[in-house]
T-cell receptor, first 116, second 110 residues
Framework: GAVVSQHPSWVICKSGTSVKIECRSLDFQATTMFWYRQFPKQSLMLMATSNEGSKATYEQGVEKDKFLINHASLTLSTLTVTSAHPEDSSFYIC????????????FGPGTRLLVL | RKEVEQDPGPFNVPEGATVAFNCTYSNSASQSFFWYRQDCRKEPKLLMSVYSSGNEDGRFTAQLNRASQYISLLIRDSKLSDSATYLCVVGRSNTDKLIFGTGTRLQVFP
């Protein structure tokens, strides 16, 4: 159990396009979902934390108007990269914690974004 | 200074070798500690949690020294399949946020 999926797994888009990434907990209800970004040879950097039905909490330096997060249900969170630019090209990974087991984060397989 | 620091490696070791990774963290109030493994172009996967008493899972042994704010991972009898990047991860105190180190790359050769 505890499977997290992401869609799409990779996307290539033109500069100025908005891209939506979905994160789903398939077999459990997620208390909280996290969004990370990882550039090549760097660590995962937490972008934001989202709880169902409330506004996401963004980490310092992450523009909330650029990276829109919607957490409409206990099994789905979406990240929209608005007006993407080449510097937004990265590996975006979500994770989720189960209701009652907040310490363990289950990671999705990630989404590779390439902005041309 | 980064909140979690690791030697990036790479560590190149032959099969059967024992290899140790170290990690230091800066926030003394940190409460939870983990080692994750990340294969190339994949998501990180939990290898093991780390406790003050030390814990072992097969060929893997993790140690935590709170006084020195130091975490270690020992891999015995290395296998080719152990080749990956090992991420030291610390839970930020009073939250459920995880802080990742940049990882230590291990390459096991035949």
């Amino acid at each position: 159990g505890a499977v997290v999926s992401q869609h799409p797994s990779w996307v290539i888009c033109k500069s100025g396009t908005s891209v939506k990434i979905e994160c789903r907990s398939l077999d459990f209800q997620a208390t909280t979902m996290f969004w990370y970004r990882q550039f090549p040879k760097q660590s995962l950097m937490l972008m934001a934390t989202s709880n169902e039905g409330s506004k996401a909490t963004y980490e310092q330096g992450v523009e909330k108007d650029k990276f829109l997060i919607n957490h409409a249900s206990l099994t789905l969170s979406t990240l929209t990269v608005t007006s993407a630019h080449p510097e937004d090209s990265s590996f975006y990974i979500c994770s989720a914690t189960r209701v009652g087991l907040q310490e363990t984060q289950y990671f999705g397989p990630g989404t590779r974004l390439l902005v041309l | 200074r980064k909140e979690v620091e690791q030697d990036p490696g790479p560590f190149n070791v032959p099969e059967g070798a024992t290899v140790a990774f170290n990690c230091t963290y800066s926030n003394s109030a940190s409460q939870s500690f983990f080692w994750y493994r990340q294969d190339c172009r994949k998501e990180p996967k939990l290898l093991m949690s780390v406790y003050s008493s030390g814990n072992e899972d097969g060929r893997f042994t993790a140690q935590l020294n709170r006084a020195s704010q130091y975490i270690s991972l020992l891999i015995r009898d290395s296998k080719l399949s152990d080749s990956a990047t090992y991420l030291c991860v610390v839970g930020r105190s009073n939250t459920d946020k995880l802080i990742f180190g940049t990882g230590t790359r291990l390459q096991v050769f035949p």
